[in-house]
């Protein structure tokens, strides 16, 4: 018995099979931009390693779903499946399997070890690179060892053949010896139905409109890894590919886009960086296992995401973190006597590259002032008395005024350099954030705003630099590709600014865009290409926080219609 296809079937090329709270994933992507001919174990504790080659006996087919990894041909297939988040089961009909060692030297300092427990019988790889075993037990059938206790250089592995089934586990130093409970089709029934409720938890509102939800629902889950190392929570990771960190803005948007369903899990990602706030307020840069960055921060959207977000367990906690970080910004990021705050490079304001930043790196910028403007709002709303209160809406409003008198030309946001003085436009469409202000913006000002943003629209959405620019580039990061963290934040003001015509094709054309070419890092802004990393969470998460709006949305519509036709008079027969 077989457990049967369930959900989308997505290509390994683009998104790794993985398990919610596993550390590795399969896939023959083993480095940045690097296909291997082979599906790879690959283990994301201390970084990106592919740790076991997955080598079929013969060519085979190989199809993927959420619960369920296969090579298939005529004449024999192969079946893996979690069993939890550190063990998978594979299994193996008229097919044989090779798991063999990704690297193929050991050194002093690297690469793997192998050998046969003597007291079990199970076959062990010890890895420098992850520093974790990785434990094949033979459930069923013949094993072949190669190269037990080898040194320097040679294969390593196990060769498997006629009708086998396995175990593979990565652990730390020791465990009990591995015992099978359920039989491979309840493992994948099993895992089926993690996914399924996931799903369902997500994503309620589902349907042929939405083609793209239940795909999404699996690039979020099997991107979830549990805690360890720095990840002090159940984290979401950007990828499972090498974009494998929880980055400070990033993490909002898969906040938001569990929310309603897993409120507890959309918690964990909004506060995972703030565990590792420094002593000035300010959060890292990006976590992972084993690092921890504070060379850059990232923008302040925390105070726009909350409002997003269902009340908290601990909302004083709340308060003082988002003070902390805020008052980060007020003190170590303004000019003495200055109003507005700085970055001190791009990468400061998640827009690495953008053309805003190339006169100067330490510039005042109209984005970053109108997410601290939304960051004081929500200080002010969550104040724990109405002094507090009043001092966040008074600097609110000074930054926002502040804003206006100089950064604004009359017909569009200019950047200024935080020690030179001097002021530039941009083509990019960083210049046209403030946006998000909504109809805190005055009327004239959100209109010339939407306008411009209407000039940065193509067929897939706005483009991160005016598409007739000298400087767009077709894969030039920040410079031209669309990305869904500016397409949600411009989506959400232009909405709230009354441009509901405008918001409304822009939430159409990114979903359509994601429905052909998933959820890429970014998108060839004239193609429609997904580029760089093709399984990343936040355009997951992007396709799920506008699938829902325009569900909700239409659902409103219709019960709008209902109620008026209840209450239309009858005319008489």
């Not at 002093?108 to 990785?134: A, I, K, L, N």
Request: net charge negative.
């Amino acid at each position: 018995m077989t457990v049967a296809a369930s959900g989308p079937v997505f290509s390994l090329r683009e998104i790794p099979f993985s398990y919610r709270g596993s550390w590795f994933g399969f896939s023959p992507v083993i480095a940045q931009k690097t296909y291997a001919p082979d599906v790879h174990l690959v283990s994301h504790q201390t970084g990106m390693h592919p740790i076991l080659r997955l080598a079929p006996s013969a060519e085979s087919d190989v199809t993927a779903t959420p619960h369920q990894l296969t090579w298939s041909r005529a004449d024999g297939r192969i079946d893996l499946a979690y069993e939890n988040a550190d063990t998978v089961r594979l299994r193996g009909r008229g097919l044989g399997l090779s798991l063999l060692a990704a690297d193929p030297a050991l050194t002093p300092f690297s690469g793997p070890y192998f050998y046969q427990d003597p007291v079990d019988g199970s076959f062990v790889f010890t890895v420098y690179q992850t520093g974790r075993r990785y434990r094949i037990t033979v459930l069923a059938g013949q094993a072949e060892a190669r190269g037990a206790q080898a040194l320097g250089t040679a294969e390593r592995g196990v060769v498997l053949s006629g009708e086998w089934e396995i175990a593979v586990e990565e652990y730390e130093t020791a465990r009990a010896p591995y015992a099978r409970t359920d039989a491979f089709e309840q493992v994948a029934a099993a895992a089926r139905a993690e996914f399924d409720a996931f799903t369902a938890a997500v994503a309620p509102w589902r349907s042929d409109r939405t083609p793209a939800a239940e795909l999404a629902a699996y690039v979020l889950w099997s991107a979830t890894v549990r805690p360890a190392g720095f990840v002090t929570r159940p984290a979401v990771l950007m990828s499972k590919h090498w974009m494998d960190k929880v980055w400070s803005w990033d993490h909002c948007f898969n906040a938001i886009a569990l929310a309603d369903g897993l409120p507890g899990l959309a918690w964990d990602q909004f506060r995972l960086p703030f565990d590792h706030q420094d002593d000035a307020g300010a959060l890292p840069d990006s976590v992972t296992h084993s690092e921890i960055l504070y060379n850059f921060v990232k923008p302040p959207i925390h105070g726009w995401a909350l409002r997003s977000l269902p009340p908290a367990a601990e909302p004083e906690e709340i308060y003082r973190l988002l003070e902390r970080w805020t008052t980060f910004w007020l003190t170590a990021r303004r000019v003495p006597g200055g109003d507005l705050p700085h970055y001190q490079h791009g990468n400061d304001s998640g827009w690495d590259n953008a053309t805003t930043f190339d006169p100067e790196r330490v510039v005042e910028t109209a984005d970053l002032a109108a997410f601290l403007v939304l960051q004081l709002r929500e200080l002010a709303r969550r104040a724990p008395d109405p002094a507090a209160a009043a001092h966040w809406s008074g600097a609110a409003d000074r930054m926002r005024d502040a804003l206006l008198a100089e950064l604004w030309t009359g017909d569009r946001f200019v950047a200024r350099g935080a020690n030179s003085g001097r002021t530039w436009s941009s083509s990019s469409l960083l210049d046209l954030m403030p946006i998000v202000l909504g109809d805190e913006l005055p009327e004239p000002v959100h209109t010339a705003l939407a306008a411009r943003i209407a000039a940065h629209l193509t067929a897939f959405g706005p483009a991160t630099e005016h598409p007739e620019s000298e400087h767009y580039q077709d894969d030039g990061y920040w410079r031209g590709p669309i990305w869904a963290p500016s397409t949600v934040l411009i989506e959400d003001g232009l909405r709230r600014a009354g441009h509901v015509g405008l918001a409304d094709e822009i939430s159409a054309r990114f979903r359509a865009l994601c429905e052909r070419s998933g959820f890429a890092e970014n998108f060839d802004a004239r193609t429609g290409e997904g580029l760089r990393d093709r399984a990343y969470t936040w355009t997951a998460s992007a396709y799920l926080i506008l699938a829902a709006a325009d569900e909700a949305r239409r659902e409103r519509r219709t019960q709008t219609a209902e109620a008026a036709a209840l209450t239309r008079p009858r005319t008489p027969a």
